[in-house]
DNA sequence: AAGACGAAAGTGGTTGA
DNA sequence: TCAACAACTTTCGTCTT
């Protein structure tokens, strides 16, 4: 990896936390990268068998497991079948053999939540036209929440849909809500909640979200040049200088400032259609607009 | 007639007692 | 658990081009 130094605080002290899978600044603590590629596994493995079943490339995954159904239970007590007594060779020949069916058993459960969480998370992604590496930092994020043993009593959709969500805005890559819900299938709520509990539980650091994320978005949507891209991400800058958008949802002012741009450079497009794209109301990039409109200064004849 | 504007009331989620 | 609250939406009347 070429990263040699925090970007933040410029120290050189870097630590590798192959646990979580993350490049840490030993001075400041930012993490600087995360699903890092030098990596020793995040699990670990008892035997050769799950090695082979743990290790990510490989065979695809298979839903059916050859014990799905036929469980042998080994109960606690040292007798046989008729009560008498077992040697104690024997004895610590079957913890043994409890210890490993735990253990086993244990890896089974999370094999198959894996299953249906990996497909689910590769569809969704998909869907949302994601590149792969973002698939794989979502998956590493996911395998984490299993390992804490953060999905039970959840359903895995929308914690894959959370991931999702937690995963793009770490990098950068703009995915509303509503966007992830649509391709999920699950409720906007639900999914905030999800959210809202891994990135608590996992201590995930997620930096909040610059407009200038959507700007290029929804320019595209709306056909607009690079001029106007620039002019709006100027105009973002500007008002984040000036704490304008803390406590703002970014589409918003993304949104406003879309609009601003456009008319300055001579592309106007009206509110409603700057709206539709970005999925806020006119009323809002009204609001946005007029903010922008007075802390920037701006004098624009629309 | 279409777009822009803003007031007022409503909505869903967060926060703090 | 409940009320206050902020951001945003919906709706609607008015003004401008």
């Not at 079948?81 to 610590?92: D, L, N």
Request: aromatic letters at 6%; glycine letters at 8%.
């Amino acid at each position: 990896m070429a990263t040699t130094e925090c970007p933040e605080c410029k120290s050189k002290k870097l630590i590798r936390d192959y646990e979580k899978g993350e490049l840490i600044c030993g001075s400041c603590g930012l993490i600087i990268s995360e699903g890092i590629e030098d990596m020793g596994p995040e699990w670990r493995a008892f035997d050769a068998e799950q090695k082979e079943k743990r290790a990510r490339g490989g065979a695809p995954i298979k839903f059916m497991r050859p014990n799905k159904g036929l469980v042998t239970e080994i109960d606690k007590y040292n007798r046989d079948i008729r009560g008498a007594k077992i040697s104690s060779k024997k004895q610590a020949q079957l913890y043994r053999m409890r210890k490993w069916h735990k253990r086993v058993s244990i890896a089974t459960s999370m094999e198959r939540n894996l299953a249906i969480a990996l497909a689910e998370l590769d569809r969704v992604a998909s869907y949302l036209g994601l590149p792969d590496d973002i698939k794989e930092s979502a998956a590493l994020l996911y395998r984490r929440a299993v390992k804490e043993e953060l999905i039970r009593g959840r359903v895995i959709e929308s914690i894959v849909a959370a991931v999702i969500y937690a995963i793009c805005r770490i990098n950068g890559i703009p995915r509303t809500l509503d966007e992830i819900s649509k391709s999920s299938g699950i409720e906007k709520k639900e999914i905030g909640r999800a959210y809202r509990f891994i990135k608590a539980e996992l201590n995930l650091k997620v930096p909040l979200t610059n407009p200038s994320y959507y700007v290029q978005k929804f320019a595209t949507s709306l056909n607009l040049s690079g001029d106007v891209q620039k002019k709006a991400i100027a105009l973002i800058k500007k008002a984040v200088k000036k704490g304008l958008i803390s406590g703002r949802g970014p589409t918003g002012v993304a949104a406003a400032a879309l609009y601003i741009a456009s008319a300055m450079v001579g592309e106007k497009r009206t509110q409603k259609e700057v709206a539709d794209v970005a999925g806020v109301t006119e009323v809002t990039i009204r609001n946005r607009y007029r903010e922008l409109k007075k802390e920037l200064g701006l004098k624009v004849n629309l």
